[in-house]
């Protein structure tokens, strides 16, 4: 459910783009004018303005975006004006230079919260953008961190059915297996990672269903009652499987550590209730990512622009919903809270009205 | 290079399906005429071809040739006239049913001999096929044959860039994980799996160079002399990674096995090996394809219709040639000796004539 609003007869490609040319020209850039443009198109307009820009300009749309405008606005801007696929790539891309732990959402995000076509559309991208393949430099980076690369390759390499079928039986047993890895304190075990990697999400949803149904009460997230309740399973003890030292030294003799990683459990832990999330109900994990983008003291911009701008024509309607119920407030307030000028402008031209 | 012979003006798939349908009606049918017009166009004219028939007669194509023509005959036509994905995809939907060793070749054909862009469309058809897509199928069937299931799972969901970007700094250190895998007797270790199913085919053999210029000589295959020399560490003493009892009984309550398979040595070393035939030199693998289908006793006609089928429009003339190489004889003579009729002049059709 998209938040943007598209005219009912927008401007043709052309003329979008000589409005921005104009927009462009003369002293100072009229900002306005791009945020009400590009702001309220779909990605296929946007694509196509894009392109008509290029044809009567001889100049890259984004290459002029990106020295006209700046800061947060800017890359929130550039963000919504590339291809999705093309965009998730170079976000998943930056975020593997980084490593960091919010920098691990992204990957999950990338691998979890798209469509299957989307998915491919991105590696594709990924090899275009950086000659080599996303799961490449996921499989290389994390080749030591146990069972981190595994959950990562598997989950990022997935083409899962797209379909409704699901299979009661397979739901039951599989959410045994589940509970089971909970159990024995080794929730980084194969088949755990094999389900989520593999199955279909409304077969997955059904799983979590019988998870929670037969293995333990719902769990309430925080103070915050979800609309979704996250799987029991995420909250329990958990601890990796006895991996450790099971691949070896490496003995390539150029650099051969003494023995693998071992992922910090509660870290693990995280990643794998984020894909969950992802997987079953994405609207919960990315009304956390706004969430945890503008609380405390200063901003997340990168992580609100991304939430914002990945998630506007899927599900930011369901994600705005899901953090009334959640925090009591509204997404967009928190945004007006939290942002300014420009910036402020446009996201709030994304994230749309707050409904009664 | 495409061994099928297109002619320059070929009829319209109008004019084609409307001779197609004519070779279908009164007694019996005119396969002489199915022969000349499928054999001689490529895969995009078949379906178009398919399409006009399906517009112009109400009926499928397919159907209708599977009630026009029987035996091996019609599984090869039926074979080269569906869409290649979907052949694909029928064909590892069979392999994953029966499961044999030369079951598992077909599964290596598509996720290794593919290219990335037709991997995916195999995917994505098997999913429309059997609402479940390929690697959750493979995962599941092969989930306690442990190190089988991992090195097939992350073959078949591989994308891996196409370019021809070469390291040769991480070939050389690669080549020497490779090696110490071998001496430390650990082939279905975790990072010769990395490396076989994320580097792109021109990196894989650059280190395939590098390991038989550093760590031994060329191994040639049995008595016959290989254009293309099979890695010598395939050939190499070689046994799995002590990982028995890695992951342990699946704990599910359903169906718990007391501890999980080990494939046994050899047989997951001729699949590494097929593996990396199929990355780095395909046409020796398909060359093995056909002559195992015709020597002894019998034919493997299925194998054979396969080889054919799917390579006739890729490298079947490389086939060819590494075929006269190793074994002393054409392909073509071979095809000659062990089939006949119909399926005989099909087949030839395909395979095209042989060099001076």
Redesign the interface.
Known sequence: MTTITVPPSPLSPDEDANKLRKAFQGLGTDEKTVIEILSHRSAGQRLAIAKAYAHLYGESLLERLHSELSGDFRKAVMLWTMDPAERDAKLANKALKRKGDRDLWVIIEVACASS??HL?AV??AY?SLY??????EV??SF?TVHPLSKLL??LL???????D?VDSELAK??A??LS??V??N?IG???VI?IL????KSQLKETFKYYNENYGKHIVEGKHQCKTPRPKWMAAKTTLSP?RG???S?????KAPADIEVIDKSQFTTLLKTAIWCLASPENHFAEVVRTSVVGLGTDEDSLTRAIVTRAEIDLEKIKEEYKIRYKTTLRADVIGDTSGDYKRFLLALVGSEGP
């Open positions: 299957p076509d491919v590696r594709k090899c000659s080599s393949s996303m799961e490449e499989a290389q080749s390759v598997r390499t997935s083409y899962r059915y797209s379909g079928h047993y599989e045994a297996q089971d890895a159990k024995s080794q075990r194969d088949d094999r990697s593999s199955r279909n991996t099971q691949i070896g490496d003995g390539s003799g150029k």
